[in-house]
């Protein structure tokens, strides 16, 4: 079981803290560190002292960080037009030695599009599904050749497709709760699948759509991995998941419903729960960034026990 650590910037962090809790992702030996790509806090949060870019963060993570894989759950398709992203993410994948993963996903969160005067197009499936094919299509060309695009959002003629991942494959994931269109989607252009904070039996029910859908369009299931985002709130004693449930505003009996909350013990059992379904790789959302010792013991006694 692959264990990343995933983090919600918008709600409140500077570049710094960010690079505080990379570092000891890397430190603490778990495989990656992931972002959202936000602009607006959510919820009773502050955000303060502002949003940070996800890119540009993932860029000055790509210098200082050796090991650990860096992406975004997920890029919002609104904010950048496919050719700009596809040019960026493969800049810094070069800048990290080839540790980046795209994860790209159409956009929601339409009051932080109006906060910062994006466009919030009504039609964003569609929109997302060209985004694939160009950033795609533009990484897969060969060398010396152009690429073209004749779409209904995007048009792109004798492009260059440059630059190049350093990745000969750069790792695509795709999510989400959709039953149809999503598979699809993800059957054509994932190399990995992820359902975010769903239960068990909900994750068994869209991995097996995904599987399904990837077994019509001519790839065997096991061709994608299939993950799960789940907040985490653990703690060594009932006392301290307690006071890490307050400090993120949530109520621990929740937490253990809908997340991984509670000892070491029931979160490894839990997580032993969603890869009986498939999942063998777990985002924790960690919500207090300044929680150095929660990533400590996630990585001491839970991390040590599914290695």
């Not at 949060?45 to 860029?59: E, H, K, V």
């Not at 077994?215 to 004693?237: F, H, I």
């Amino acid at each position: 079981m692959d264990l990343r650590i995933f983090t919600e910037p918008q709600q409140g962090a500077s570049y710094d803290t960010l690079l505080t809790v990379a570092k000891a992702t890397e430190d603490l030996g778990f495989d990656a560190f992931f972002r959202s790509d936000h602009y607006l806090a959510m919820g009773s949060a502050d955000g303060l002292p502002g949003p940070t870019d996800a890119w540009i963060t993932l860029a000055g993570l790509a210098r200082e960080t050796r090991r650990i894989r860096l992406g975004t759950l997920m890029t919002a398709g609104t904010f950048r037009l496919p050719g700009v992203l596809a040019i960026q993410v493969a800049q810094v994948d070069q800048m990290s030695g080839g540790r980046v993963e795209l994860g790209l996903g159409a956009g929601w969160f339409e009051e932080e599009h109006k906060a910062y005067g994006i466009p919030f197009p009504k039609e964003k499936f569609g929109r997302l599904e060209e985004q694939l094919a160009i950033v795609t299509g533009l990484w897969e060309t060969e060398a010396g050749k152009t690429f073209d695009f004749d779409g209904t959002y995007y048009r792109l003629t004798d492009s260059p497709a440059l630059p190049k991942p350093a990745q000969q494959k750069l790792p695509v994931l795709i999510g989400g709760h959709g039953a149809k269109r999503t598979p699809r989607l993800a059957a054509k252009y994932a190399d990995e699948f992820n359902i975010p904070f769903a239960s068990v039996e909900d994750s068994e029910r869209q991995f097996g759509r995904v599987r399904a859908a990837a077994e019509e369009a001519g790839r065997k299931g096991d061709d994608l991995v299939y993950s799960n985002v789940l907040v985490a709130c653990v703690g060594k004693d009932d006392a301290e998941v307690a006071r890490r449930a307050a400090v993120i505003g949530r109520e621990v009996a929740e937490l253990k419903e809908n997340g991984l909350a509670g000892s070491p013990a029931e979160v490894v059992d839990k997580i032993g729960r969603y890869a009986a379904v498939g999942s063998s790789r777990i985002y924790f959302q960690i919500l207090d960034l300044d929680d150095l010792g929660h990533l400590e013991l996630i990585a001491s006694e839970v991390q040590s026990q599914l290695s």
